[in-house]
């Protein structure tokens, strides 16, 4: 597989395009200003951000029992109820989405190249769509693709065959680019992909009995990966 050039390059979204700590963390804090003005004291504010990054685990969490959650847990000066959260979250959540340092760059990088450039992200369309539209990143995509649309999720190997389809490339020509080890690595890879792992939260998972194509810490990595491979 390693004789293909490469063709495209696929990007997740959550932690790999998009910031997504920095987005969640800014939703909160308007969450807080909006629901928990009466709280003045900073250091429990503190408190409830580290409480809410912790209980929404990196977004790999079924959103209406994370607010459901918070519900119950918040003190509250009048009880939302998790409804009215939820919707709360789908109208401002997205307007706080802020790009992951290096990104247009990284996607420059492929055009430079004549990569074809896909986007294959889990979640719902319309919070998916609606932060790929904030940060501007549909222009620069030939295929987006979310599993809300597709109704299978990543690591299904067809949901892979099905963005590789629309792109017009083979799995072998093409690169995948995410921070979750079985999503975005492994998951690609079962459809014949490489896969690059950008190291966030998530540490390599050695279960999964394969290893990364490369590995990079940073999305402007990917430029010398471009450049300094002879698969060009
Ligand atoms: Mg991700």
């Given at each position: 597989m390693s004789e293909h050039a490469v063709k495209a390059v696929i990007f997740d979204l959550d932690n790999t395009l998009m910031d997504r700590d920095y987005t969640f963390g800014a939703f909160s804090r308007l969450l807080i200003k909006d629901y928990?003005?009466?709280?003045?004291d900073q250091e429990k504010v503190r408190d409830i951000l580290g409480y809410m990054r912790i209980a929404d685990a990196d977004g790999y969490r079924e959103k209406r029992g994370f607010f459901e959650e918070l519900v119950e847990r918040l003190p509250w000066s009048q009880k939302p109820d998790a409804d009215m959260l939820y919707s709360y979250y789908k109208e401002h959540?997205?307007?706080?989405a802020r790009l992951m340092k290096g990104a247009m760059e990284a996607i420059q990088s492929c055009r430079d190249k004549g990569y074809k450039l896909g986007m294959l992200t889990n979640g719902l369309y319309e919070i998916q769509y609606g932060k790929v539209l904030h940060l501007g990143l549909e222009k620069h995509f030939d295929v987006i693709l979310t599993s809300g649309e597709a109704g299978i999720k990543k690591p299904d190997r067809r949901i892979y065959e099905m963005i590789l389809e629309r792109l017009g490339t083979s799995g072998e020509e093409t690169v995948f680019v995410g921070d979750?080890?079985?999503?975005?690595i492994w998951g690609a890879a079962q459809a014949g992909m490489r896969g690059i792992f950008l190291k966030r939260s998530f540490d390599w998972d050695h279960t999964l009995g394969m290893e990364p194509w490369k590995r990079i810490k940073e999305l402007n990595e990917l430029e010398g990966i471009w450049n300094n491979t002879i698969l060009n």
């Open positions: 928990l003005g009466h709280i003045q959540y997205m307007k706080e979750h080890p079985e999503n975005d």
